[in-house]
């Protein structure tokens, strides 16, 4: 396969269920210009990242469409609503995990429906679901200073797919775990994007992650970040995980993506 058999035109090839809609979308702090001219369609059910050079504006985009940021121009439209702040139809999951230090798994993952008026019967029964879900079961009672690492970003996973969010924003979200640990995550990951349906949108510096775990991938140039291209993965995912990382296909859009890139690096 070659770069050709996945790249999207970017004016032509808008999805047809889009979720979330970027249009026009810049971004400058002082003189500084972070992000230029982004139009971008996130379509229902699938799994887009952003993908690009350090200081391409990856996570800004995000919290742009968070509402944890107000964008100097254009729109972000969430199911056709304009996006003026953070709302519930979007969940955040950070890189440094922002779990609540007092709290336990089971207070965390719940917190959101708490804030949402839930009675504690009800909430601690979808929170202990999801705690199941990203393998936490029996770690209910314990402290985030009695968890790895990896535990704790579980338990930042499992708090935004609780509150029953329609997109999942994941800002890095294993870079904080080794090798082995994120493999693992990039495949619960995937369980989870087949099995909860929702449009996530995902930011990492690995090409490798993005092309794994990827419907969509959305490459941005160096700052001020633009779309230069969008590509689909052509991989098949009934396969097992390491015969996915030994496809030619897999191989081959990794190294197209680090040709089309490796310009960016100093």
Known sequence: MTMSDAVFNIEKDVPADAVVEVRGICKKYGEVEALRNIDLDFPRGKLTTLLGPSGCGKTTLLKIIAGLIEPSAGEVRVNGRPVTGPGPERAFVFQDFALMPWATVMRNVAFGLE???????????????????????????????ELSGGMRQRVGLARAFAVNAEVLLLDEPFSAVDEQNRRKFQEDLLRLVEKERKTFIFVTHSIEEAVYVSDRIVL???????????????????????????????????????????????
Request: net charge positive; proline share 5%.
């Open 115 to 145: 804030l949402k008026g839930m009675g504690k019967a009800e909430r601690q029964s979808i929170a202990a679901k999801y705690i199941a879900e990203v393998g936490l079961s029996g770690f209910e009672d314990k402290y985030p200073h």
């Open 220 to 266: 941005l140039s160096r700052r001020p970040g633009r779309v230069s291209q969008i590509i689909e993965p052509k991989i098949d995912r009934t396969a097992s995980p390491d015969a996915i990382r030994r496809d030619q296909g897999y191989l081959d859009t990794v190294e197209e993506i680090w040709q089309g890139l490796k310009h960016y690096v100093d």
